[in-house]
């Protein structure tokens, strides 16, 4: 062979050497898209589920099995939450959805290797997913009708659910090094028509 054969022997490896980084590159792209995907669409479903299953509780400890005409017979702004005794999954209604947490998780083991050793501190862990790592957090306030994103301090007839999913596999599509947060939020509200 001589040098000019060699040469051109040398540009076709580099050539293919280059077409075959571009295309694994562009498969690992790809790959990292789908993930995303596909726990992003996992963790709407969570919070969903979430939204749901608080939206067919009563709207108030007062209101689950008689009705009432007066706003302050409703749970007070700082008593929200689950009453004493009342855990997941009995809640009996929409407010005791405040301060609900819980890991879904494919196992204990994960949970462990990315929340540390604090993880039992959480109310409810899930390992049925097979997936990723996902941590709700929930919140339940009063909020006006006509300022839904502000809560408010006394009753009212509107109840707001902010339900956040967090992931150690959630990465901002635009930078990979910074990690995002799902919030979905619903009102739940009283109606008693006589």
């Known amino acids: 062979m001589n040098t000019g054969q060699m040469l051109i022997t040398i540009g076709a490896v580099f050539l293919l050497a280059l077409v075959i980084l ?6 690992f792209s790809t790959q990292s898209v789908l ?27 007062a209101t689950d099995t008689t009705s009432i005409s007066n706003v302050l017979n409703l ?14 999954p009995n809640f009996d209604d929409f407010d005791d959805y405040d301060g609900f947490s819980k890991i879904v998780s494919p196992d204990s083991a994960s949970i462990i290797r990315f929340y540390g050793f604090g993880y039992p501190a959480y109310k409810q862990i899930d390992t049925s997913l097979k997936s990723a790592i996902y941590k709700i957090d929930c919140v339940v306030d009063y909020v006006n009708p006509t300022a839904p994103d502000v809560p408010v301090t006394s009753q009212r007839w509107h109840k707001r659910l902010r339900v956040t999913i967090t992931s150690p596999q959630f990465h ?10 799902l919030r979905i939020s619903t009102i739940f509200s009283y109606w008693y028509f006589r």
Do not use: C, H, W
């Open 22 to 27: 571009r295309v694994n590159t562009n498969f």
């Open 35 to 61: 993930y995303n995907t596909q726990f992003g669409v996992m963790a709407v479903s969570l919070g969903t589920s979430v939204i749901e299953e608080a939206g067919s509780k009563a709207f108030d400890k």
């Open 75 to 88: 749970t007070a702004a700082g008593s929200l939450g689950p009453e004493a005794g009342e855990a997941y």
């Open 172 to 181: 901002d599509t635009l930078s990979y090094a910074s990690r995002d947060t």
